[in-house]
């Protein structure tokens, strides 16, 4: 009995893989996505993105040695993803301050206070944007509108999202084309569909992801959506146009598919993704947010261990 087996926390990487060769191999798959910000939000999207990175990095580093006093990670990749991301799910324009408090809450409560990378049950990115989201919802739903590399930063010319307008019934929702290619208004991530395609494509290629939480989640909101559409097609846009828009791509492909927080079983990513997904549709149609992918992503984050359990129904001991 003096052998046991330990089992340490996930991410359980197999083969020669390592997490810090995951880790970058997320990030150039972010590449196209990031290139296609900086074209429509310019300087905002650069800012906004290497503060985010930076306080991400900041933050967990002096956390693991002052509070913790434990290994420091900074290295290996995961507060850079996190960063990154957490960028993704903001406005162009938001302040400074702003977006290192929402740093502070994604490494400090989505990720360190459950001990780090492997034990945190939610998405750190998600936590940090739903915090500021809840805290700032003036700053957080001022979106400004796209151009070619504008200069602006604070004082940029705002506008609605495409969410926006379908949930308000205003307004001129743009082509199908313009939201594949990224003409359209909205945070980093809600920007090119065209370029997070590319980087699944690049995740797919690398092994880094399977396909069932991404493909299932998008088709799930799909179907749930067409269904909807072809009840009333006036007060429900058509299905395309909700996988279109948004930032239901960057969540499916880049955060639902977390390591950490999304179920290891098959079975498991299954479910995982169609709550996703309807939870999604509901309350991008019915809720008060226009928006639904983080609070969905979230909320199943929640699930992933009932998810993963191979029978819901425990036996009867009659």
């Given amino acids: 009995m003096a052998d046991k087996l330990i ?9 020669g893989d390592t997490v810090e060769k995951n880790m970058y191999g997320v990030w150039i798959a972010l590449i196209p996505a990031f290139v296609i910000s900086l074209i429509y939000f310019g300087l905002g999207a650069l800012i906004v993105t290497l503060v985010s990175v930076l306080f991400c990095v900041l933050f967990e580093y002096l956390i693991q040695k002052y509070l913790i006093k434990g290994k420091i990670t900074v290295f290996d990749g995961s507060a850079v993803i996190t960063g990154v991301l957490l960028a993704f799910n903001l406005p162009s324009n938001l302040p400074v301050w702003m ?4 740093a502070l809450a994604a490494i400090g ?30 700053q957080m739903t001022v979106w400004p509108e796209p151009g070619i590399f504008p200069m602006e930063y604070a004082d940029a010319t705002t506008g609605a999202t495409t969410l926006n307008m379908l949930k308000n019934h205003f307004g001129e929702i743009p082509n199908h084309v313009s939201m594949l290619f990224g003409n359209r208004g909205g945070s980093l991530g809600e920007t090119s569909a065209l370029a997070f395609i590319l980087g699944f494509v690049y ?24 269904i909807m559409h072809i009840v009333n097609p006036v007060l429900y846009a058509d299905p395309l146009l ?66 993963d359990k191979r029978k819901f129904i425990p036996k009867s001991r009659a």
């Fill in 7 to 15: 089992i340490s926390p996930s991410p359980h990487i197999h083969s």
């Fill in 242 to 307: 909700h996988i279109l828009s948004g930032g239901l791509l960057l969540g499916a492909i880049f955060m639902a598919t977390d390591y950490v927080t999304s179920p290891m079983t098959k079975k498991g990513q299954v479910i995982y993704a169609v709550g996703i997904g309807v939870l999604t549709s509901v309350i991008r149609l019915w809720g008060i947010y226009p928006e639904g992918v983080s609070f969905a992503i979230l909320i199943m984050n929640a699930f992933t261990p009932l998810c």
């Fill in 99 to 102: 977006v290192a408090i929402g």
């Fill in 203 to 226: 995740l797919l290629w690398k092994k880094i992801i399977t396909w069932h939480i991404p493909i299932i989640t998008v088709l799930t909101v799909a179907v749930f959506t067409g």
């Fill in 109 to 138: 409560i989505g990720k360190m206070s459950f001990g780090g990378l492997g034990n945190n049950i939610f998405n750190p990115a998600l936590t940090g944007r739903v915090f500021l989201l809840i805290s700032f919802p003036a």
